[in-house]
């Protein structure tokens, strides 16, 4: 077997594509002026951000002004969260409804909303990964300030009912929050559909670069400014404007939009092809749902193995994998998704996330399918 290198862990970041790439070049180059300034650069500068912000409106099923640039999706989820609690605090309510297999950047503020006297409901998910908008009802208060619930899970992949849910909050007046960073780009995600007040994407996510993200905020919501300073981002999100990261953004979403059907299908195709092989591995399980999730997503336990000392394995074989979310990487304790959907600590430390990207090849996954099995069977003779 030769060795061939594949990158699968494209949940964690995505090249930057050469559509996307181009579309950049000339706000880094020519087209560099500030777009707060009034000569020709800085015009020519805010025009492209306009028109990224119509784009990307566009794509989600918003308006133009619902659509406030930020620096990742981190950023995002951070506005979001502390936003709307400033805002529940203001008319008394000081609950929050959220799920244990969120992102960090969601649990964290919550986290840090505790601190600060708020009370917050963690929802428990099935053995799949997913909490039913039945569990977000019946979580509801008269002093809830805001659902938060992922569109997609970043360890497994996992789709949530948000449109149910959605609909259960508009119907009680609660705002709600989406955190869709892994799965804009990857699923159809439109803001009315879902219901959201507020929805979260980040743009290293679908092939543009790092460092820039968007929050949609709907028209009636008055989130606190999050940076105070200048008027950018109609005076709530002061700060220099990413003016090429925002084009590279608008074209990544734009680009993902009008080849989604065709890559979904290939990539559940190979997905399908990828996860029979690791089944087929003794001891090994799949964790998260079997058929409701992202298309490119596949988290396998391997009972009786370090998941660790198996990415270091898979790295000598030129293959490139996760053992569960890249802001968490390093750390020792288990992931908090996996043990939440009830996995003991031994197996969710024995797990590994294979996310395809929009490049991978039958070849990649022919090699995937023989090195994987060749990896673990070297690993556990080592023992």
Known sequence: MKKRNVYCDNAATTAVTRAVLEAMMPYLTECFGNASSGYRLGRQAAKAVLDA??????ELGAEPDEIF????????DNWAVRGAAELGALAGKRHIVT?????????NCCKHLERLGF????????????????????????????????????????????????????ERGVLFHTDAVQAAGHIPVNVR?????????SGHKLHAPKGVGALFIRRGVKLPSFIDGGSQEYGRRAGTENVAGIVGLAKALSDAADSLAERTERL??????LEQALLGIEGARLNGHPDDRLPATVNVSFGGLEGESLLVMLDMYGISASSGSACTTGQDAPSHVLTAMGLTEDAAKSSIR??????????DIGYLVQAVPEAVARLRSMR
Not at 99 to 107: D, R, Y
Not at 149 to 161: D, F, K, Q
Not at 193 to 201: F, P, Q, T
Not at 354 to 363: A, M, P, V, W, Y
């Open 268 to 273: 559940t195709r190979m997905r399908g092809r």
């Open 119 to 170: 009370e917050v409901t963690y929802l428990m998910p099935d053995r799949f990964g997913k909490v039913s908008a039945e569990s977000v009802e019946g979580a509801l208060r008269d002093d809830t300030a805001l659902v938060s619930v992922m569109t997609a899970n970043n360890e497994v992949g996992t789709l949530m009912p948000v449109a149910e849910i959605g609909r259960i909050c508009r």
């Open 354 to 363: 294979f996310s395809l990207g929009d490049d991978c090849t039958d070849e």
């Open 193 to 201: 559909e879902i219901g959201a007040d507020m929805l979260s994407l």
């Open 69 to 76: 640039f930020t620096s990742c999706g981190s950023e995002s």
């Open 99 to 107: 799920t244990a297999v969120e992102h960090h950047a969601v649990l």
């Open 53 to 58: 912000r119509r784009s990307i409106a566009a």
